[in-house]
């Protein structure tokens, strides 16, 4: 099929069957398609009339206006950009016109020579295509800095559908075109979520829209409440990382005019979320009011919180604490940790919920997918992000991986795939289910750090003459590569090739089936069937491939790109998130996820990149993917508690204060 590049698909044809053409056919081809071009492009410089292209950006645009004070700035004077000038007018006689359309006439021969050979090797794109750059691509991806490339233009084509339909609104549906604010005012729930990726990708003119967006339209003063976890990890995550990445990293050009304004802004929103922290135990209600910075506890699940959003908010919290040197910030966060901890959790595992107001867990569900998750991967981050300098989180980590793997990790039928259950009804329950989310498949990611800290596998096995690696680690690591490879699988068994939102695993074993078969492994049922776009397996690939350097996880990570590319792209711009992953003519849902921007494509982009990117040994990332530096905790901060004493099999050993109550009460001990 012919396209506007290649009008005669000569790239299509071999050179022999070319030369078999006779000189008829190719005139006629010829004067089909070129002459007209030609005889267009003639009339176009013969009336001189230009007309200003539909994809100009427009002249009073905030970008526009950057772009006036950079030339202003260069050249000492205030000028406009030289380009898409209005053309002078100028009187002429009739004589001069004559010569002047002749010479026109022979300029526009020149001209169309010039244009048509532009047009055959593609420079006019950029022109010729919509305002919103197209997922086609002639980018090379036959290299990792290539693909790395194609994310970025994936990145900016949704980034671009999102300004021009739904710009400063918390939500977008590009389907629709449309947007929806959390608030009367908007949280910036995009933009905010999304600047630390667009300083990785260095794309300055959007990152100067978005900062120019945050500074002028920003405001937290709203009478609304939120919920704590998730404004914490993505607000306050992001302006946090935003500030790190400009004036401590540099990784773009500091901010001379104001370089605290992302710090300001993050402080402010701290201050309103402090009152989530105001129970009567330490742990967080669900929700706080901006303005009258009020908690509020969850309205289901007996007035609980998610454990995995109360224990998720300490790697955002101590950061500000080191940067503004405000210690309650810190102390706030960390009494929750010594909440949790007191309850005395069999073998590390935590319950996923807990009760602001008495402190102690409800119910006795255990998972390491949806309200669970993030407790686990905060432990480690905490001890990695204090350049190790709180030794409890790692024993709190070391006693849940323990946990973890004495019972929540099996194995599938028949291909053996590894994965970690649930278990519905705690430890000594009902028993383990084959049920997995995909956010679990952070654990590999998970695992890969807490082994090696950062550092890579060889450079860790050798580090301190062998002192930190032993057995543990070597088991963490093959643990974290099996779990990998059946997070993969949940993409590569589906006809769409993008993971479910859930999978179940099958745990019967079938005599007639023996060999591997990962669809007999995996099942996948219709409600769990959509995809929301989500980073947890993009992530975890990013850090094995730091970590171990196999390059089997850059291709699994460039292989889902392909399929996001392919299943959730919608043709008038933007990404969205998909009703199924079974069916490939499946609805999609309308709404493009904010994490799709901050988290899914940040992290395929880092996973292309070099490794001196964020090298995972100076910074953390947060559960939201933002990057924090590792930092030292110095004399003004410390650990504020310790964890009570415990036997061997890791139960809290009570205190005579205790005992004599439990004794006067006839209580058993």
Known sequence: MNNIRDPFSLRNKPALQLLRQSPRDISSEVQNTVLPVVETITEAVDSMSFSVPKNLPSFTASQRQLEDKVWSATFGKPKDLPLYKDK?????????????????????????????????????????????????????????????????????????????????????????????????????????????????????????????????????????????????????????????????????????????????????????????????????????NLETRVGKESHADGGSSSTAEATSLQLEMKYLSKLTGEALFWEKAEKVMQVIDNNGAQDGLVPIFVNPTSGSFWGTEIRLGSRGDSYYEYLIKQYLQTAKGEPVYEAMYNDAMAGMKKHLITKSHPSHLTFVGELPSGIGGSGISPKMDHLVCFVPGMLALGATHGKTLETARKAAGGTEWGTR?????????????????????????????????????????TEIDYTRDIIIKPRDAHNLQRPETVESLFVMWRITGDEIYREWGWKIFEAFVNHTKVESGGYTSLDSVIDHHAPKRDNMESFWLAETLKYLYLLFSPDDLLPLDKVVFNTEAHPLPVFEMGTRFKTGWNRLPRDLNGNIIPDERIKKEQRKSGTKI
């Open 88 to 288: 002078p007018y100028y009187s002429r006689t009739s004589a001069q016109e004559r010569r002047r359309s002749r010479g026109r006439k022979r300029f526009g021969g020149v001209i169309a020579a010039v244009v048509l050979g532009a047009w055959w090797f593609g420079l006019f794109d950029s022109l010729l295509g919509s305002s919103i750059p197209q997922s086609k691509s002639a980018t090379n991806t036959d290299t990792w800095e290539g693909r790395r490339e194609r994310v970025k233009e994936v990145f900016v084509e949704s980034w671009a559908a999102y300004e021009r339909d739904a710009w400063g609104f918390d939500e977008y549906h590009p389907i629709s075109k449309g947007g929806r604010q959390m608030l009367p005012k908007g949280l910036g729930w995009i933009i905010v979520d999304s600047i630390d990726t667009l300083m990785i990708m260095n794309l300055t003119t959007q990152l100067s829209n978005a900062r120019e967006w945050v500074e002028h339209s920003l405001s937290y003063d709203q009478d609304n409440e939120v919920n704590t976890f998730e404004t914490t990890i993505r607000m306050l995550g992001g302006l946090l990382s935003a500030h790190y990445l400009q004036e401590v990293l540099e990784l773009v050009p500091k901010d001379k005019k104001d370089g605290d304004m992302y710090l300001d802004k993050a402080t402010d929103l701290a201050n309103r979320l402090l009152g989530a922290y105001d129970s009567p135990s330490g742990v967080p209600f669900a929700s706080v």
């Open 473 to 513: 680690q070597e088991e963490d690591l093959h643990l974290a590569r099996e779990i990998m490879h059946t997070c993969y699988e949940m993409y590569n068994v589906t006809a769409t090739k993008l993971s479910p939102e859930i999978a179940w695993f099958n745990m019967e074993h079938d005599p007639k089936h």
